[in-house]
């Protein structure tokens, strides 16, 4: 397995290394230099100054290597005449290791370059009991300690301008997200009422259209054609208003009045009209409680989808629809005849099932609805619909 490739230092610290070694150079050219009286000559702080100098290309890269070779560099230095230029790039040294190092080196690097500058104070304190061992100590602080926490002050402020900017992105994207279930539930409402408000009128035309094509009765070919006109014309109403609603921007239009179970009679006519044999059981007693206003919609639309599916997909025969008002709840049943068709039927999607069933769930209630035996006559079937939609608000929105 080959050996991963060591990473390219980085432009800025390609031009620190250069104008830091230039600087060096420079001062030792012109014999500016720290110390007097030392083991090796002033050639000698070239040395330091070069391996210093290169260091500085891996004060990102590999900073906890560039840091402890430069404290031997410094260490070494102190042995030749020096250069400013050294000490400098050692406290930058310092500076990267903390900015660029891991974290536990950032946490100890600080408290390592604290207790060196004590323990140099006090050491050389009791040393040679001279006040000028306080600036050797604040020297040794100045070199070592004020980098380090210099970089810790901007590792710090990186981090937390790090940490903001991801909060803030993850607030960005939680707020798409939101936005995203908030069309997509606001579409899928539309789709309900659309569907609910338009399908009866558009199941009776089909049907009626049928039967007038396929009868040769002018008496039944008119009154096929008087039911498709008052449905066209009740649907082209309802889909005007809605698109107007949906092109307003301006919030002026108001939806029309939420239909409610008090219109479930001329609802039960309009069905009666189109050609059902439907038959209301209420048996809610007119002193209960007012039924909350998401119930009484979600009830109409129930019943109103139930009837356009017996319209469009039951054999001849009755139509029963029951409401009964339990303590908790609001039930729902509607039985029609099942079987095979021999009159004109129109095409169904199963879209009703599924509004019907995204109501009875947005309100915490169920929804069942398929085939079973008819109770009366044996060998018969009724598709029956079930909704119980809890009537108690803290009930609502969480299924049972």
Known sequence: MPLPLPRRPDVVDV?????SLLSGLALWALGLHMQQDRPLGHGWALLPLFVMAGLELTRRTAPRFALVTGTFALIADQFTTGNLATVVMFTDLVYAAVVYGTPAAARRIPVTTGLITVAVTVGLLAWFREPEAILVGAVTALVSLTPATTGVLVRNHREAADTARLRAEQTALLAEVD????????????ARELHDMVANHLS?????????????????????????RENSVEGLAEMRRLIGILRDSSGDLEPAAAP???????????????????RLDDTRAADDDPLPAPVGLAAYRIVQESLTNALKHATPGRVTVTLTRRPTALCISVTSPYGDSRGPRA???????????????????????????????PGAKVWRVEARLPVDPKDQGAPE
């Open 347 to 377: 095409p169904g999607s199963g879209a009703g099932l599924v509004g019907m069933e995204e109501r009875a769930a947005l309100l915490g209630g169920t929804f069942e609805s398929g085939p079973e035996p008819h109770p009366a006559r």
């Open 260 to 278: 409610t179970l008090d219109g479930l009679g001329s609802l039960v006519e309009n069905a009666r009209t189109n050609g059902l044999d439907v």
């Open 179 to 190: 936005r995203a279930q908030a069309v997509t539930a606001e579409r899928a409402r539309m």
């Open 15 to 19: 031009r620190i290394c250069v104008a």
């Open 204 to 228: 009776a035309i089909a049907i009626h259209s049928t039967a007038a094509l396929s009868l040769d009765d002018p008496g039944t070919t008119r009154q096929a054609l008087t039911v498709i």
